[in-house]
T-cell receptor, first 118, second 112 residues
């Protein structure tokens, strides 16, 4: 079974600085997707960024970028120029590309609570 | 606008009562999911449905039931057999592109 581990229950960063959230995963699959979701106080889950495992290039979305290390099974999220609106729970998630008979849903980590200090 | 609507947003239930959470989507997605979220636990899969009239148990299905009579609708019933039902419940559907989930705003269930 796949597992996703987020080892940082809580992180704090000063506004305008850079912060990196860690995520590791365990899988025997070679083709899969990885995601970072943000859950602000409103509780709705919002997709931040995704990465296809077959792509070597790290995904980037504006101030959000990932460091994807396939061999190490590591998928960290870097937030540059942190803003107050970035304060939220961040969840790392995994999905195999070919789900076969299993669930197509995502496997989530337990989350990292990001605090932005003004 | 396309999206997922969950209702009610807040629900209170007395012990021993069944309660049904509604999930409706107009995204024309085939697959739909129910997740439960507890503090410090992340999201755990309750049930999923890949097609109308078919659904499968997830990791924590005990005490829950679902139906999928229409593509747009995937209601979740929390039965009296669920020992600890107080939680935040999220409904989602699967996009066809990269397989990410699109979520509703969630329903908060509190057992009194």
């Amino acid at each position: 079974a796949q597992t996703v581990t987020q080892s940082q229950p809580e992180m704090s960063v000063q506004e305008a600085e850079t912060v990196t959230l860690s995520c590791t995963y365990d899988t025997s699959e070679s083709d899969y997707y990885l995601f970072w979701y943000k859950q602000p106080p409103s509780r709705q889950m919002i997709l931040v960024i995704r990465q296809e495992a077959y792509k070597q290039q790290n995904a980037t979305e504006n101030r959000f970028s990932v460091n994807f290390q396939k061999a190490a099974k590591s998928f960290s999220l870097k937030i540059s120029d942190s803003q107050l609106g970035d304060a939220a729970m961040y969840f790392c998630a995994y999905r195999p590309m070919y789900s076969g008979g299993g669930a197509d849903g995502l496997t989530f980590g337990k989350g990292t609570h990001l605090i932005i200090q003004p | 606008d396309g999206g997922i609507t969950q209702s009610p947003k807040y629900l209170f239930r007395k012990e021993g009562q069944n309660v049904t959470l509604s999930c409706e989507q107009n995204l024309n997605h085939d697959a739909m999911y129910w997740y439960r979220q507890d503090p410090g636990q992340g999201l755990r899969l309750i049930y999923y449905s890949q097609i109308v009239n078919d659904f499968q148990k997830g990791d924590i299905a005990e005490g829950y039931s679902v139906s999928r009579e229409k593509k747009e609708s995937f209601p979740l019933t929390v039965t009296s057999a669920q020992k600890n039902p107080t939680a935040f419940y999220l409904c989602a559907s699967l996009t066809g592109g990269y397989g990410e989930l699109f979520f509703g705003e969630g329903s908060r269930l509190t057992v009194l």
